[in-house]
């Protein structure tokens, strides 16, 4: 198997010095909450130690579901940032029942609940996050804004999202709301600029349904350009406020450059497919190396960005993106797509669903050469999905792990699959 030139690569290993380095850490406790927050297992103990443990519970699992027999299993791969890393957060905001001084509770919910835990400075958000939450709270209490109850379907602010470009630490806010308040918000926005913030982009979205969705499909620009601006693999990209990205831009950029490095340089330019594509990076990294590119994406925002992304980085001519759910375009796929050489899964949680594994399973066959990389954020559901795939006579060559979220309990998983 080591001479397979699929998978003939580079493995990433701690050196000495990264080894040393991680081990002379003193271990503090960057998180004031964890007993309340109760969202990352790990924050306050050893970074190193939380790694090895969380790699060894994913291939234990794998190796549980008669996976790994096959497979050659890579070491872990840290995160190049291992606190405030998080370049996007969406926040809840509901009425502050702990504090009668304040009206507004600004956080995520605990586990199973609709309870906010109130945000203090989180050391897995960017600094100017943090600093901008903070502001935030403190103008919203002098607002004529009131805190959405889900009790009682009232109120003006649902949500707050806010993402910062890893590379210029440059701002987007979204403020999800129940009626039109463009005025308030707009002066809102000022004010926090005021304050030395760096909103580039701010929006409002509109949304009035009883639901437990964040946005809805009605944003309305407030000030600012209409989307941010990132940086990932000598790539530029443009995010609208609704469109998927990865939290962790540094780890994202080492899973990119290994799904370019196992898919090798295309001079024959074959055909590749990247479904769940989102806004297109791993499909530009695919097209910039020579494939004609196929990439798929339910959300109609993220397709737009995609086309946008694909246009400014002059890779146009080598990608078609096509909008809607993967598991409803098996019949849209255009002519000159059949059959792929190369297909790139990065879902969502859920995984991929077993009509669409067997749909690839076919569309597999017909290639002269296939190829198959599943890149997951759930080992629950990739260990799912790899029992279905072992069922049809494909098997897990490769396994590697990503840190995407440190301190956390999860972590990203890049497979390699062949016939």
């Not at 130690?49 to 299993?73: F, M, P, R, V, Y």
């Not at 003006?156 to 806010?173: E, G, N, P």
């Not at 980085?313 to 059959?339: C, K, M, T, Y």
Request: aromatic fraction near 8%.
């Amino acid at each position: 198997m080591k001479d397979d030139p699929d998978i003939q690569i580079k493995t990433s290993k701690w050196s000495k010095s990264q080894d040393q380095e991680v081990k002379n850490q003193l271990v503090i406790e960057p998180c004031k909450i964890k007993s309340i927050c109760n969202t990352c297992k790990y924050i306050n103990g050893s970074y190193e130690l939380s790694l090895e443990d969380k790699h060894k519970k994913g291939i234990d699992l794998l190796t549980a579901n008669g996976l790994t027999s096959h497979a050659q299993i890579l070491p872990p791969n840290p995160s190049p940032q291992k606190l405030n890393y998080r370049t996007h957060a969406k926040l809840a905001v509901r009425p502050n029942i702990e504090d009668e001084g304040r009206r507004f509770a600004i956080g995520l919910f605990k586990r199973g609940t609709h309870e906010i835990i109130d945000l203090v400075n989180c050391p897995l958000h960017r600094k100017t996050m943090n600093a901008l939450i903070e502001d935030l709270k403190e103008l919203l209490e002098a607002s004529g804004l009131s805190p959405y109850d889900d009790v009682t379907d009232s109120g003006d602010l649902r949500y707050f999202t806010i993402r910062a470009s890893h590379t210029t630490d440059a701002l987007m806010v979204t403020f999800v709301v129940t009626r039109k308040c463009k005025a308030e918000l707009v002066q809102l926005v000022q004010n926090l600029k005021q304050r030395k913030h760096k909103i580039t982009v701010a929006y409002m979205n509109l949304h009035t349904e009883r639901n437990n969705a964040i946005f809805s499909d009605e944003s309305t620009l407030l000030s600012g350009a209409k989307r941010l601006r990132e940086t990932i693999c000598e790539l530029s990209f443009e995010i609208s406020p609704t469109s998927f990205f990865q939290v962790n831009p540094w780890t994202a950029e080492s899973i990119y450059r290994r799904v370019a490095q196992l898919a090798g340089q295309a001079h024959s330019a074959p055909i590749a497919w990247d479904l769940y594509c989102g806004i297109g990076q791993i499909s530009m990294v695919l097209a910039r190396a020579g494939y004609r590119t196929l990439g798929i994406e339910q959300n109609p925002q993220a397709t737009r960005d995609a086309h946008n992304n694909a246009v400014n980085n002059e890779l146009q001519n080598h990608l078609h993106f096509l909008a809607g759910r993967v598991e409803d375009l098996q019949g849209s796929i255009p002519s000159w797509a059949w059959p792929p050489e190369l297909v790139v899964a990065n879902p969502s949680r859920k995984g991929i669903s077993e009509q669409m594994l067997h749909f690839i399973v076919r569309a597999l066959k017909k290639a002269e050469a296939p190829r198959f990389i599943y890149v997951s954020c759930e080992v629950e559901t990739l260990a799912r999905d790899l029992v279905i795939l072992k069922e049809a006579g494909y098997h897990l060559r490769q396994i590697e792990s990503f840190d995407m979220f440190p301190f956390t309990d999860k972590m990203e998983w890049l497979t390699v699959i062949t016939k």
